[in-house]
């Protein structure tokens, strides 16, 4: 993590705070004291994330003609990271300090050198940790046994490689995305759901002739960049940090980390590697499977070079959140306020009757009985119409529909914009299309 002074308008216990006061993330387990960097995605959180997996998604599996989905298994056979590289290479380096006991990741201690950064105590020798999740499968708990949660969705993907290939006769290049859990046994967690042990991803392998994949690499960095502009990222607080060839993962010709300015500082938000054709090489070595692309044209057998777009839903959540929050003032008072993208936000429309009048209840139910199958709808009729809009602000709602008196003379309502606060009113019977409107798709 860099340096640079933080430019974050929030820092991450007030946004944990709102995280949990309002129901997008809590604590895991808290009941019983918590659990070590867990966390458990609220009513809001999961719309939240659900949103971004399908931002993802839409932009990388459905509007392309090159990319198709997958979804594989979360437990494989072991023989898979052994031909990764990821049982003898999956490490991080750890070092403990002999008096309080405290165990730190070693790369992370080079800014202080000496002793234990808690206590200033003397630090153990550096050694290697693996840091994939050791399972048994079966009730015998012995060598034979043993299986890994994995710690990426990659290796998914390429075992599944010919199978894609012969299910949908695809020609280079071509692309396999696939979103999933991922565990890695982290030294050290934190930074709320910056690093945590459970985590999902959103991993694209990109499948092209050898001698394209630079070009190739290029523009997936350029496009994964654009994605997180597109979906609202301010241009300020994103950027791209090309690796230097000694910082490279063993297999890789190039890397690049999409970073984002956390109230930390600069720190990864995406990977973006050219793997080379490392990865099918080696399980084409181990299972004696030719993994390769049979050219037509040409009579060639080729082993694909791959790019991978490698992001963590998890940080997408957080920086969306933390690129969303504004406070300001809106006449004397602090209005906190969350601009997320309308397609990222959890709900869409709040519907809300004046007050709690009993022929405006009945109508504003109408309205949102309407409305609940076509958006993500939320209905709240306590307090003051006041407080109940910044209530939705705080949680990035973008329109709220209120129902009031004229509305069961006139059969109209009032649309409240989040971010100008304008109100237009607006027939009943047109307000579907007038909220589609202000909704824009992406
Ligand atoms: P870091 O250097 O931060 O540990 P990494 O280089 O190991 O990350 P990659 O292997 O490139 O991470 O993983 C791709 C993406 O997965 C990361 O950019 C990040 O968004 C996410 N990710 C990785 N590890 C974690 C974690 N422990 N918790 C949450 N997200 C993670």
Same mark, same amino acid.
């Given at each position: ?256 980390? *999409?970073?984002? !300015? ?6 990864? +938000?995406?990977?973006? #590697?050219? &793997?080379?054709?490392?990865? $099918? /090489? ?66 869409? *429309?709040?519907? !809300? ?6 022929? +405006?209840?009945?109508? #504003?139910? &109408?309205?949102?009985?309407? $409305? /609940? ?70």
């Amino acid at each position: 993590m860099s340096e640079e002074t933080p430019k974050a308008t929030v820092d991450m216990d007030t946004l944990a705070s709102l995280c949990k006061r309002r129901g997008f993330i809590f604590p895991s387990s808290e009941i019983y004291g918590g659990f070590e960097s867990t966390w458990d995605y609220g009513p809001l959180g999961v719309e939240l994330k659900q949103n971004v997996k399908r931002a993802w998604w839409k932009a990388m599996v459905q509007e392309r003609d090159d990319i198709v989905g997958l979804d594989a298994s979360i437990l494989m056979n072991p023989r898979v990271w052994e031909a990764s590289g990821h049982t003898t290479h999956f490490t991080d380096t750890l070092v403990e300090c002999q008096r309080c006991h405290h165990r730190f990741r070693a790369d992370e201690l080079k800014s202080a050198p000496g002793g234990c950064p808690e206590c200033e105590g003397p630090l153990t020798e550096a050694r290697q940790f693996n840091t994939m999740f050791k399972t048994f499968v079966g009730p015998v708990e012995d060598e034979a046994s043993v299986a890994y949660l994995r710690p990426e969705t990659a290796q998914g993907i390429f075992v599944n490689f010919e199978n894609v290939l012969t299910a949908t006769r695809r020609k280079l290049p071509f692309g396999i995305a696939q979103q999933g859990k991922e565990f890695r046994n982290e030294i050290t967690t934190g930074n709320f759901i910056f690093r945590t042990r459970e985590f999902e991803a959103m991993e694209m392998e990109f499948f092209c002739k050898p001698g394209t994949d630079d070009e190739w690499y290029q523009y997936w960095r350029q496009e994964r960049l654009n994605w997180y502009l597109r979906f609202g990222v301010r241009k300020e607080n994103i950027r791209l940090r090309e690796y230097a060839p000694e910082e490279r993962a063993h297999y890789s010709s190039g890397t690049t980390d *999409v970073e984002y !300015l956390y109230p930390m500082g600069w720190a990864e +938000l995406e990977g973006i #590697a050219n &793997r080379t054709d490392y990865d $099918l /090489r080696r399980h084409a070595e181990m299972s004696g499977r030719r993994l390769e692309f049979f050219d037509e044209e040409t009579g060639e057998h080729i082993v694909p070079y791959v790019v991978e777009p490698a992001a963590g839903v998890d940080r997408c959540v957080l920086i969306f959140l933390l690129d969303a929050y504004h406070e300001e003032e809106v006449r004397g008072e602090k209005r906190v306020i969350l601009r997320l993208h309308p397609y990222l936000a959890p709900i869409k *429309v709040a519907v !809300l009757p004046l007050s709690r009048n009993e022929q +405006l209840v009945p109508a #504003a139910r &109408r309205v949102w009985d309407l $409305l /609940r199958p076509r958006f993500m709808t939320q209905y709240d009729d306590a307090q003051s119409i006041g407080r109940r809009y910044r209530r939705q602000d705080e949680v990035g709602t973008p329109l709220c529909v209120t129902v009031d008196f004229d509305t069961l003379e006139d059969q109209a309502v009032t649309i409240r914009e989040r971010d100008s606060m304008e109100q237009v009113r607006v027939p009943i019977a047109n307000l579907e299309q007038a909220l589609r409107e202000r909704l824009p798709e992406v």
